[in-house]
């Protein structure tokens, strides 16, 4: 495959903050809103590197431009002397490689979260690896302007590499002005599945097609959670895709699991992965069901669980859909604690960025308050140490879950 040409990092523009509005960037937030800007001088293309200045001209920075997007510029560096440079680009990738070290070396784990976009200095750009395959997902303008010096980058890191995979069809890019794009970008393309282990658990990753990069990496350290609580219970796993989190359970002893998905595709996988880790059908239960339905059913036909999961879709997109999500977090939520058994657990867990922790811990405690049950947290969830957040950036703390016990 031809490589593409490296891009060129020298500024092409200069982009004037408005008075008052250096705030952000001098907290090393790495967003700028089209509304913060005064100018915007030369003639940049969409990604191309911009010299940041204040009102009186004082340099900032430099950021990558994205005239289509409300953020029309996420910047690459914080100090006026900062050059930003190919070799840059390549040390960020390298520090995040290095900084999930310890992930690397766990014989029993390979596949994680290599790059975790702005919160590790690199905007736009998320690379997550599957065993000898390596994904990438370009989700901004100057994400995208630096794709080949990404891929570069990684082939020099990680020469074990197979192949490189691009991702970059997730529904933001629209809002960069960017069309979708998947393909291979370097090597072999991966097959129909990679299959991956995390622990005692191993999983197929449909890489061309599976959601976000092919699997929900974010949500290893609530697959441990839920398979220590399962041994003996009877498993609800709600909004299951392809029945990671009952596979976990189902290796942590659960006597039964029921996976209930819309996706008859996703549920499928989830019949190959009881398979594959020699979990007995007869334990198992797929159900292709509306879980707001469902639950309503098994409520009124009293059947009953002992550990429930509800890991929905991110239920607001904006801030406009907040509320709407927060009622309906409520409403899974007590669904869910009237069919938990006696000293059940439910794991439950909103991955909407704009619920806050605080919001969804009161969107849960209005559903037990209306349930009647006494609810307390046992533990609080989150994504694991290879989706680092930034402190610059609090947007990156995106997933939030609970482990609650139910009597
Ligand atoms: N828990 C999964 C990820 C869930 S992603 C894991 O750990 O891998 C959300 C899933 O919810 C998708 O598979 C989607 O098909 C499903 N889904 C969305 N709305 C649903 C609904 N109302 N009822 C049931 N499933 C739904």
């Known amino acids: 495959m031809p490589e593409e040409p490296l891009p060129d990092l020298r500024a092409a523009g200069v982009l004037k903050l408005r008075a ?38 004082a340099p900032l920075g430099l950021a990558a431009y994205s005239p289509a997007s409300q953020i029309i510029a996420r910047l690459w560096t914080y100090r006026a002397e900062e050059e930003f440079s190919l070799d840059q680009i390549r040390a960020r990738v390298a520090r995040a490689a290095e900084l999930r070290g310890s992930l690397a070396l766990r014989s029993d784990l390979d596949a994680y979260r290599l790059v975790n976009a702005e919160s590790d200095l690199l905007p736009g750009i998320v690379v997550d690896r599957y065993r000898n395959f390596i994904v990438c997902q370009f989700l901004a303008a100057g994400a995208e302007f630096v794709r080949a010096a990404i891929v570069r980058a990684l082939l020099e890191l990680f020469p074990e590499t197979r192949g490189v995979f691009e991702r970059s069809d997730a529904p933001v890019r629209e809002k960069e002005g960017l069309p979708a794009r998947t393909g291979a970008l370097a090597g072999e393309a991966p097959p129909e599945h990679v299959e991956i282990r995390e622990g005692r658990c191993r999983y197929l990753v449909d890489i061309a097609a599976g959601h976000k990069t092919g699997f929900y990496l974010d949500q290893r350290e609530g697959r441990a959670a839920v398979a220590e609580l399962a041994n003996e219970r009877e498993v609800l796993n709600c909004f299951s895709y392809s029945g990671a989190f009952g596979i976990a359970a189902a290796l942590g002893g659960a006597k039964a699991v029921a996976n209930i998905d819309t996706s008859a595709a996703a549920l499928d996988l989830a019949r190959r992965h009881a398979a594959l880790n020699g979990v007995a059908a007869e334990r198992c239960e797929y159900i292709e069901a509306d879980v707001f339905q469902l639950l309503r059913r098994f409520r009124d ?107």
């Not at 909407?352 to 849960?364: D, I, N, P, W």
């Open 301 to 407: 036909a009293r059947r009953r669980f002992d550990l429930i999961v509800l890991d929905p879709p991110k239920f607001a997109d904006s801030k406009g859909q907040v509320e709407g999500a927060c009622r309906g977090y409520k409403d899974i939520n007590l669904l869910a604690l009237k069919i938990l058994r006696e000293g059940g657990r439910l794991v439950t867990f909103s991955c909407s960025g704009l619920v806050s922790t605080e919001m969804f811990q009161r969107a849960v405690a209005a559903a037990a308050a209306d349930s009647g049950r006494f609810v307390q947290v046992l533990r609080r969830l989150a994504h694991g140490p290879d989706h680092p957040v930034s402190l610059h950036f609090p947007e990156g703390a995106y997933l939030k879950g609970f482990v609650l016990a139910v009597s």
């Open 20 to 57: 008052g509005r250096v705030g952000s960037v001098l907290r090393r937030h790495p967003w700028i809103f089209a509304g913060a800007v005064e100018s915007i001088e030369g003639d940049p293309p969409s990604g191309a590197i911009v010299q940041v200045v204040d009102e009186s001209r």
